[in-house]
């Protein structure tokens, strides 16, 4: 059963730091490409950063270059965002994704246009910044 699960979302002030897991089914998370998009109210998901599990690659949307990190642990097929210099337009609700493995890169770089390549998603987890 495919499945991810997100956790550690909640509320920090600007500038502070938040980390959110997604823990994934085995055979999800092998071998795969899994990324991490966030949405606004009443706008799509976009993009935010993605990492192949096997290999560790990384890659990320322009707006969170220098601020976040995507990193994965394969003994607990966990992937990670760590956030940092969080603003208040960071502020939405996070998902994790496995995405199609071919396209990677374009998942976390090609804004709205990444969510076309996910095969499926997690239920989320929010992030509220105060000012």
């Known amino acids: 059963l495919d499945q991810l699960v997100e956790s550690g979302g909640g509320s920090v002030q600007a500038g502070g730091s938040l980390r959110l897991s997604c823990s994934a089914s085995?055979?999800?998370?092998?071998?795969?490409?899994m990324a991490w998009f966030r949405q606004a109210p009443g706008k799509e998901r976009v993009g935010v950063a993605s990492?192949?599990?096997?290999?560790?690659?990384?890659y990320y949307a322009d707006s969170v270059k220098g601020r976040f990190s995507i990193s994965r642990d394969n003994a607990k097929s966990t992937v990670y965002l760590q956030m940092n210099s969080l603003k208040p337009e960071d502020a939405d609700r996070y998902y994790c994704?496995?995405?199609?493995?071919?396209?990677?890169?374009?998942?976390?770089?090609?804004?709205?246009?990444?969510?076309?390549?996910?095969?499926?998603w997690g239920k989320g987890a929010q992030v509220t910044i105060s000012s």
């Open positions: 990492i192949y599990t096997s290999g560790g690659s990384t």
């Open positions: 994704a496995k995405n199609t493995f071919t396209a990677c890169k374009w998942a976390a770089e090609a804004g709205t246009e990444g969510a076309a390549v996910v095969e499926f």
């Open positions: 085995k055979d999800s998370y092998s071998s795969s490409c």
